[in-house]
């Protein structure tokens, strides 16, 4: 559960512009949100440059990402595809671009600082 909380809050000063006071007076709140019973399978979706289709199958917090599968548009996986720590991705990531050999995305050191980093696909 606190794993879950820290990630809200950090969602909501990364994205919503909260203040750590304003994100720590809501954690009440958000302990008390109603959960689903069941998790999803999958955490984001996400097209590069070709038409392939990155999936990202869900993962809670504080767990360690899983690799992004990747889908030809005709449907026939081409692979996995890991990503460096610390770079932001996932549903609330709409700073993640795909190229045909790249990977253009914000990366957050321990700190907390984001960066644009540009990363090479090899294929």
Request: proline share 7%.
């Amino acid at each position: 559960m606190e794993a879950w909380l820290d990630q809200m809050a950090e969602q909501n000063m990364t994205y919503n512009n909260y203040t750590q006071a304003e994100a720590d007076a809501r954690r009440p709140e958000w302990r008390d949100r109603p959960r689903a019973e069941t998790l999803p399978a999958l955490r984001s979706l996400h097209l590069d440059a070709e038409g392939n289709l990155w999936v990202e199958r869900y993962f809670g917090p504080g767990a360690e990402p899983s690799p992004f599968e990747v889908y030809a548009p005709d449907g026939t996986w081409l692979g996995s595809v890991s990503m460096p720590a610390g770079l932001d991705r996932g549903a609330l990531a709409p700073r993640l671009e795909i190229g045909d050999d790249y990977v253009l995305g914000v990366w957050r050191d321990a700190q907390g600082v984001e960066t644009v980093r540009l990363y090479r696909l090899n294929k």
